[in-house]
């Protein structure tokens, strides 16, 4: 049992100290980034090269990258394993900082912490909050609404869309989930912002499928009524037909964007939805 706990307690601490490097990449696989480390080829490839490949390839390559676990439950694992063996240092301020990162709320570490102490130590469970309460301090900070609406979605916010913006009214927001096999992207739309009438061409096949993911927008047919888009609701829209998607009046809205393969597709931008048209919508959420 000692030896068991003794290799865990040295994996973790050879985790801990590859993660705190400056050079370390880690990129959110909420997108199709993988999370990449090269902290141990850095230090030790020369020196250690079998520890860099197992830190670098293995720990971080394979592990880490396990879509069997989400990074948020991976970033609870580590802190609640570090806590139990009592490392309370820098080591633990990283992966907390890295939980908060990765969705954890103040609410959540403060129950995992206290459930913990029941079983590692109520001196440990001590030490950790006093980390947790400068993590979680500079969260408490008053949030703008688009940063409590980023927050309130597992997909990336993204770069504003400036690409496109000629051919939306209001700003809006684009983050490629999905690049290869089937393309995906999640936008987001600032409050009354809605994208021009436009339709997709395609020979045979094509469209677009949208999936609302957190706010609530509208989409419209040209010569149809408006439907409202909530989180879950699944949009399908043939090729040919003219419409416009966007979001409600009341906040912020977000959608992913299903490419539909097809043969000679094509996206034709159309007339702007003007604010006369857009101002008969139903007024608050759930107004149909």
Not at 9 to 19: I, R, Y
Not at 166 to 179: D, E, M
Not at 269 to 287: I, S
Request: glycine residues 8%.
């Amino acid at each position: 049992m000692k030896t068991y706990l003794s290799i865990l307690s040295a994996t973790l601490l050879a985790f801990s100290a590859a993660a705190e490097q400056p050079n370390a990449t880690q990129q959110d696989k909420t997108m199709n980034n993988k999370i990449t480390q090269t902290a141990g080829r850095d230090q030790l490839g020369d020196f250690a090269p079998d520890f860099a490949h197992f830190n670098d390839d293995v720990l971080f390559g394979e592990n880490w990258n396990n879509s069997d676990i989400d990074l948020k439950t991976r970033s609870l694992v580590t802190v609640v394993a570090l806590v139990s063996m009592g490392m309370t240092d820098s080591s633990l301020q990283y992966h907390l900082e890295n939980a908060r990162k990765h969705g954890v709320t103040k609410a959540e570490m403060a129950a995992v912490i206290t459930h913990v102490a029941f079983y590692a130590g109520w001196p440990k469970a001590w030490a950790a909050f006093r980390l947790a309460k400068e993590v979680w301090k500079e969260a408490e900070a008053p949030q703008t609404a688009l940063e409590r609406h980023a927050q309130s979605m597992m997909f990336p916010l993204g770069q504003e869309n400036t690409a496109y913006a000629k051919y939306f009214i209001g700003k809006s927001y684009l983050a490629p989930v999905s690049t290869e096999q089937v393309k995906m992207y999640n936008v987001t739309f600032e409050p009354r912002c809605r994208n021009n009438w436009h339709v997709h061409h395609a020979k045979s096949g094509g469209g677009q499928m949208l999936i609302g993911v957190a706010g609530h927008g509208w989409y419209q047919e040209w010569g149809k009524e408006p439907v409202e888009i909530k989180e879950g609701t699944v949009i399908h829209i043939p090729a040919g037909v003219k419409h416009w998607h966007g979001a409600a009046k009341d906040g912020y809205f977000s959608h992913l964007a299903v490419e539909i393969e097809g043969e000679e597709t094509s996206n034709e931008w159309l007339e702007p939805v003007t604010d006369a048209e857009y101002d008969k919508l139903p007024q608050g959420n759930n107004a149909l």
